[in-house]
């Protein structure tokens, strides 16, 4: 019992981030048919201006808005500066530029900040644990959680409720729809933009404060998990983007939790192949749209 409520913690902390990083990218892929790898280096950011606020001595509730404000307005200026540009270009043409945004960035936090990682100090009250029976489960973990749940709960209301809401899961089912609804694509991307650096901000604290660190490449491996997670869910779909980072969650925490260790060093090997044999069953996602779309 003790190890599944542990097994259970961990695949909802961990399932959380995931929903909330592969929900951005899937906002981003609804209203401009773009993965964008440059996902992570937001996370990245958020990390180095949360480690920042800290330092400079700023309550921690305040470091850590700063730096969720910081992912939203960051991502907001690269669709100004890096795609707009290129808005009308081929899919490749966009695919590069996230990638060249992405190097850049990588380059720009290892010459300007530290190749090295950094540690994060976090308060002493985040450092203890908390008994449930014989389980032991982290205040990291309970914090992760709860905001992450409530991260989620915000968005439904927000998808469910709002103007810009609809707008969104419009431009999810068909782009050409949002400007019957009067809305101007430009607006849209740009917001749509700027939810996204949110969501990464949100996943950036979390990641951080989980792992106790930031390095210039620390968004790489979250992205990427982040858009096994949107393939899984079904590009473009926001609700299969919750629901793939739980499902990938829990094969994660499975495997690494009763995996025999001379079998450990496969894991990753055994996860990506269970990815596959789902993507066999639902070729374009458990909640991908059925019919064929035109390109």
Do not use: C
Not at 65 to 81: C, P, Q
Not at 181 to 187: D, L
């Amino acid at each position: 019992m003790d190890a599944l409520i542990s097994y259970l913690v961990n695949v909802i902390s961990l399932g959380g981030t995931y929903a909330l990083l592969a929900l951005g990218l899937a906002v981003i892929f609804s209203v401009l048919g773009l993965i964008n790898f440059a996902h992570g280096e937001l996370m990245t950011l958020t990390g180095y201006v949360l480690l920042a606020g800290i330092l400079t001595g700023q309550p921690f509730w305040l470091a850590v808005f700063v730096a969720v404000i910081a992912g939203g307005i960051s991502a907001a200026l690269m669709e100004f500066a890096a795609f707009r540009p290129v808005r009308n270009a081929s899919g490749a043409t966009l695919l590069m530029t996230s990638f060249a945004v992405s190097m850049l960035l990588q380059v720009l936090f290892q010459n300007g900040i530290s190749p090295r990682g950094q540690a994060v100090p976090v308060p002493t009250w985040l450092t203890t644990s908390l008994s449930i029976g014989n389980s032991q489960i982290s205040k990291v973990q309970i914090m992760s959680i709860t905001v992450g749940v409530l991260a989620l709960l915000a968005l439904k209301f927000f998808f469910d409720r709002s103007y810009w809401g609809w707008a969104i899961r419009a431009a999810a089912d068909d782009f050409e729809i949002v400007g019957l609804m009067g809305v101007k694509a430009s607006r849209l991307i740009s917001f749509a933009f700027l939810l996204s650096g949110l969501l990464a901000g949100v996943a950036g604290v979390l990641w951080v404060i989980q792992r106790g660190s930031v390095d210039p490449l620390m968004g790489f491996k979250p992205v990427l998990a982040a858009f096994i997670v949107a393939v899984i869910g079904g590009l473009g779909s926001l609700t299969g983007a919750v629901a793939g980072g739980f499902i990938l969650s829990a094969i994660e925490i499975a495997l690494q939790t009763w995996l025999p260790p001379n079998v450990m060093p496969y894991r990753d090997a055994i996860t990506y192949t269970i990815v596959v044999i789902i993507l066999s069953i639902f070729p374009n996602g458990i909640f991908g749209k059925r019919t064929q779309e035109k390109v």
